[in-house]
C-alpha cells in the first residue's frame, strides 16, 4: 500500500527501505534534498515540500513521521491543514504519550485521524524489523496493518511461546495494537525505563566481577578508610568479555543487550572510548512519573535513571554537602 | 569419559542423561535406590554407597558432587577419605566461593583437586544444556574437557558475538573456565544477581502497565490521599501477555526472562496461583556483600533483593513504626 | 492586625489560638457553626458565610485558606470574586506549588495578591509556633510580617547556627520569604521528601537492631533458603525503646523525629496498634517529580516513597510476576 | 574512680579531660610523649609504657583503649598479658561488633572482662558529652558506671520522653548497657548507617532546591536530551542556608545533623573548599551485611552508602558500559 514517509534520517530511511523491499509505494520528504533523492534512487517518489508530498498521496492518504520529539508538534502544525477528514497521521518517534493524547483529539476534530506507534530495535531494525507498539483508533490501524507487518519483524526463527494459540494476534509477528490514543507509546516509553533497568543491572554485575581483584591492591591504612578484611576473597582477574560471552549460552540472564555488551567487551574490554557520561531520553523520567502517579513501587527503575544523572556529575553538590556535614561533627577532612 | 555422580535429582538426573546420550561413562549414588535405578536402567552404572563409587571409578578419578549446598560440606567430608591424590571432586552445586577456596585448600593438602562449577540453566538444561562457569587450577579443567563440552549447550544457533575470531576458545560453546578456586560460583554469584535485577525490571514495568487504567477508578478523597491530578491520562487496559509477547520480537529488551514471562503471563494473566512472596537463594545476597567488600555500588541489585525481603513481610516493623511517627507528629491514622 | 481565616480545622483553629493570644483580631469562617463558635468564645470575631467573613474585614482584606488542599480551588473559586483588588489571599494548606504559580496569575489579573504558606510542626505547632515557608509577592509577604511572627515559634532557645550574623533575617524566627509565587510550598515539598527519607532512615535502622536476634530462632532448611553462616552474630535482644531514647542524648542522629520514636517506642514497643500501611500525602510524590525534571538524583528520597508504596501493598502484583518467574525457569515453588 | 586511658588523641584526649574535670583519676598512655604530658600538667597520671600504665593501676584495673579499630587487636595483644584475672579492658572506638565477640572469649579465657563501647558525639564530646553504647558482662559495666556516668551528656535540657517513667535507666542520662559483648558496637554500627541514609536525606533535598533554578537555563536540544516541558516551574533561586535555618525552628526535621548542615551552608552556600569525594567508615558497609544476613530490607541506608561510592568515582566502570550499550543498539555518543 502506499505511506508518505516525512523524516528520512536513519530511522525514517531505514524504514522506507524495508517498505519499499516489500512492493509499497513511499513517497517521502525531507529537509534535506539529498536524502530525499538517495530514496529516490530506490523507486521511492520523492516530494519537495510537505504539500508536494499531500499532493502526491492517495486519498484516505497515511502520512508516517519519523522527525525528532522536539518537532512533532510544529511538523503536524505544518502538515494537519494539508489534510482532509478521513486522513491518517501516524507519529513513529519518541513522543510523551500524553502529548499523543493531546494531538489525537484536536486532529479527531478535523477528522484526522492520530496513530501513534512506538518503535524499539534502534539501528537494527533494518535487518531484523522493528518492534512496534501502536496506539489509536481501531479501524485505522487495521487499515494500515499491511504496512505495520511489513515494518516489524515477522516471526522468525524465535520459538512459540509455550501455551499460546496458534496464530493468535500480531503480537508473535512483533507488532501490537495496544490501545486507544498514546498506549502505543505507553508501553514503548515503559519498555525503555525497563531497559534502563536491564541495563544498570549488567553494568552492576559486571562492575563487581570487574573489581573482584581488589584483594590485590594494598589498601590505605588511615582512620577515613575500613581496611578491606578478607583480601584473600578477591583474588580474580576476570576476563569480563569471555564472562558475557558464555552467559550468552543458555544461562538464565540470556538476552540481545547481554549479546550487545559481550560485542562491546570483546571490540575493548576497557572501554576507553567511553567517558561515562550516560545519556537518558525521556522515556525513563516519564515511567518513573507513570509509577508515582500509579503508586506502583519502580525503585529499580528509578535507581536505574538515577544513576545516569550521578553519571553526569548531577549529584556533586549533594556530595559536597555531605563532606561538609562530615567536616561540621567529625573534622573529617576529604581524601 | 567416566564421570562419578553423587546427587540424582532433578539437576543431577538430567545432566547424567545428557553424558550418557554422548557416550560418557557414569557412576552414579543417590541416598535414594530409586533414582540409582532410573538411571542404571538407562546405561549408568550404579552404586550403593560412596565408597562402592568410588571403587567404581578408574583412577585418577573424576567425582561430581550434584547436592544440595547445605550438605555439600559433609558429603565431601565422606567422600575425601574414599579418595587418592590426584583424584578430583567437582562441586556443581551453589556453594558459596568463599567455602571454595576453603575446601581447595584443605583438599590440596590430601592431593586433591577441587572444581567449582556454577551451573545455570534450570529445568531447562537437559535440552538446551548447561551454562557452565569453572573454577579451579587449570590442569584439570583441562582434563574434564570433555564432560563440560557434553553439558554445555554449545554454538547451537546464536550468532556469533561480531569483532570475536573463529573459535576463540569455550565461552561460545558455553562453558569458560573462570580462574581459580572459587572463581566459577563467584561468577554464577554474581550472574544470580544480575537474574534477580533483570526480573524486578520487567515486574517493575509489568506493574506500572497493569495499573495504567488507574484513572478509571474514582480515588477516595480525604486528607491522607492525594488525588490523581491527571485521571484521564491512565485509562489504558493493557494485555500484558500481548505486550510481553510483541516485546519478544526485535525490542532491545527482549531475553530470556522475558520468554518466560510471556509464558507465564499467556497461562495465567492474573497469576492467581501465586501469593507474591518471592524467595532469595544466597547468590544474590552474596552479591551484595561482594559490592560492597568491593566498595562497587550496585543499587539496583541491591534493591531487587530488598524487594523480594518486602515481598515475605520482611519489612512489617518499619512499616510500624513509620505509621507510629506519622501519628506523633500529625495525629495521622493509618487507613 | 486584623485577618480573616477560612477553615478552622485543628491547625486553623489552633493559628487562630495563638493570634488571639498575641492581641491579632481574627474574623473566622467555617462550614461548622461549632467550629466558628468556639474560637468566638475565646475572642474571635465569627462569620455565617464568606461574604460575611469580607465584609468584616478592614481594607486592604488578608484572608488566610487553613482548608483541605482538595478544595482550595473551589474555595478560592467562591472567595476571589467577593474580594478587592489590594486585598491578599493565603493559602496555608499543602498546595501544589505549580497550583500556586497558576492562582497567582489569575488572581492577580484581578488586583489581587496570593501568598503561598507552607507550614510545618503538625500538631505540635499551637505550643511550638509553626515553621513557616512563604512564597509571593514582597511586599505583601512585608505587610503581613506580624502575623507570620506570631504564628512563628520565634528564637526560643535554640542555639543561634555559629557563623550568623545577629538578627539577620526572619529566618532564625522560624519563618522564610523563600521566593516568588511557589517559593513556600516548593520548600514545603522538599520539606517532606527529606521527611520521608528520614523517617525511612530511622525505621530500617530500628529494623535492623530489632532483628539482631535472628540467629536465636532455627532456620528452616530446604533449597529455597540460604541457612545464616553466623547464628552466633544475631544473638542480641535490643530493648529499641532505650536505644531510642539514648540516641536523643549527643548522638549524632538526635532530631526531634527521633524524639516522636522514642514516644512511640516507650508507649507500645510492639506498635501493636499500627498495621504498616503507611499513608503518604502529595508532597512526598511532587518532590521526585521535581528531582527528576531537575535531572537531580534522589534514590533516597524516592526510595523512601516507594517503601510506602509497598507497605499498601501496591507490589503485589510484580512480586506475583517475579515468583512466576521463578516457576517457570526453575520450577521453584513460593513457600 | 580510676581510669588508664591508652591513645590520646583528639577522642582519648578530650574524655580524660572530662574525666580529670568530675575528679576521676586517669592514668594515661600514647606513643607520644607530648600527649602524655598535655594531660599531665591537667592532673593526670603519666605512663611511659603500656607496663607502666598498668604498673600505675590499682587492682581490678580498668583500661580503655581510644585508639584507630585498625590497630585495636595489636594494642591488646601488647595490653592483654601485662593484666590480670579481674581487670577489665574497654573498647572504645570503632570496631567491628564481631571482633568484639572473638575478642571477649579470647580474654575471658585469661579472666581478663571485655566492654565494647560505641561512641557517638565527634569533636562536639568535649563539650556536650558523649552518647554511649556499651557491650559486655552486666557485673563490669555496672562496675565502671561512674565513668560512663561522667562522660555522658547527661539530662541536660532535653525534655523528657513522654510517657517515660522518672528516672527510669541510665538511657536518659545518654547512655546505655545495650546487651552482651557486641552489642554497644553493633548499636553504634546501626547508629552509622542511619546516620549515613539522614545526611543523604538532607543532601538530596538540598539538591532539589539549589536546582529549582533550572529553568532559568536555556536547555540544550538534541536528540540525547529531553527538553524541560515546564521551564516557567523551576525559576526559583533559593538561599539555601537560609532555608537550612527556618527548617531549625520548629519543623518536623529538625536535628542536630541540620544544625549542622545550617552551619557548613552559612559559612560558604557554595561549599566551594569541599570536592564532594565522601568517604564510608566500616559501619555504614557492616550496617548493610547486618541487614541482609537478617533479610531485613534497608533500602534507604545502602542507597546512601551506594552514593558515596558513587561519589569517589566507584561507578566509573559502570557508566562506560552502560554508553557502550547505548552506542551498540543505537549508535548513540556520549555527549
Known sequence: MQLGMVGLGRMGANMVGRLLKQGHQCVVFDMSPQAVQQLTAESATGSTSLADLVAKLE???????MVPAAVVDSTI??????LEPGDTLIDGGNSYYIDDIRRSKE???KGIRYIDVGTSGGVWGLERGYCMMIGGPNAEVQRLDPIFKTLAPGPG????TPGRAEASGTSELGYLHCGESGAGHFVKMVHNGIEYGLMAAYAEGLGILRSANIGKTSGVIDAETTPLRNPEHYQY???LAEVAEVWRRGSVIASWLLDLTAAALIED??????QGRVSDSGEGRWTITAAIDEAVPAPVLTTALYERFSSRGDADFQNKLLSAMRYQFGGHLEK
Open 59 to 65: 486519498k484516505p492518504r497515511a502520512v508516517w513521521l
Open 77 to 82: 502544525a505544518q502538515v494537519a491543514p494539508l
Open 107 to 109: 486532529l479527531a476534530s
Open 157 to 160: 526463527d524465535i520459538p512459540r
Open 237 to 239: 582477574d576476570f576476563n
Open 269 to 274: 574490554p576497557a572501554l576507553a572510548k567511553f
